[in-house]
């Protein structure tokens, strides 16, 4: 893309020190599956009047996963102008921006349980949150005090409130893969382990 953008000068960082090193011919490839990827990329630079390949450890490459998440997910047009991307940083990670306590104490769930217990709606429901919580209950099944929402495959995941998905992010994030892990990842593993 930056050659088709006719872009001179490119720096390139990545957190794979072994790549990087690879790229720059300072470490010899030892994978036959990558040699060919290697050799590319070098006749590429050639195209470049500077190319610059710099690593940054993957603790501090969070910008950088993000970005490739986002490009990965975008089918992009064919064009040569790309509209530039605000990025905004957050104080924490936007996993944990939306897990928070309801103002009344209550789980985020509270109406569609009692929905599907009573079949009564909160007593100053609008018509449209009346309707809201009827569609919603139609995905949702109760087993005693647990709530469980269904997904397409006809599997369960347990609904849990603030405090349990706090514990549940602070479990699983801490976990084999620690830091490494980004938003999006993390989401998919708590919802394999069952929880919605």
């Known amino acids: 893309m930056a050659i088709d953008m006719n872009v001179h000068e490119l720096l390139v960082i990545g957190d794979s020190n072994l790549l990087i090193h690879q790229v720059q011919g300072e470490w010899v490839v030892?994978?036959?599956?990558?040699?060919?990827y290697v050799q590319y990329i070098q006749k590429l630079c050639k195209r470049f009047s500077k190319?610059?390949?710099?690593?940054?450890?993957?603790?501090?490459?969070?910008?950088?996963?993000?970005?490739?998440t986002i490009?990965?997910?975008?089918?992009?047009?064919?064009?040569?102008?790309?509209?530039?991307?605000?990025?905004?940083l957050k104080e924490q990670p936007v996993h944990c921006s939306h897990v928070e306590a309801e103002p009344?104490?209550?789980?985020?769930?509270?109406?569609?349980?009692?929905?599907?217990?009573?079949?009564?709606?909160?007593?100053?429901?609008?018509?449209?949150q009346k309707k809201s919580i009827c569609r919603?209950?139609?995905?949702?099944?109760?087993?005693?005090e647990i709530l469980y929402r269904r997904t397409p495959d006809l599997g369960l995941l347990r609904c849990v409130?603030?405090?349990?998905?706090?514990?549940?992010l602070e479990q699983i994030h801490a976990g084999v893969c620690g830091?490494?892990?980004?938003?999006?990842?993390?989401?998919?593993?708590?919802?394999?382990?069952?929880y919605f």
């Open 179 to 194: 830091t490494h892990v980004n938003g999006l990842t993390l989401a998919r593993k708590i919802l394999r382990a069952g």
């Open 51 to 68: 190319i610059e390949f710099r690593h940054t450890p993957r603790t501090q490459n969070e910008l950088g996963d993000a970005l490739a």
């Open 30 to 36: 030892k994978n036959p599956k990558i040699t060919p």
């Open 104 to 128: 009344d104490g209550l789980p985020w769930y509270f109406d569609t349980r009692k929905y599907l217990e009573t079949r009564a709606y909160p007593e100053n429901a609008t018509f449209n």
């Open 161 to 168: 409130d603030a405090s349990e998905a706090a514990k549940l």
């Open 71 to 88: 490009a990965s997910m975008i089918k992009h047009p064919d064009t040569r102008y790309i509209d530039p991307l605000d990025i905004e």
């Open 136 to 144: 919603m209950a139609f995905n949702f099944f109760a087993s005693g």
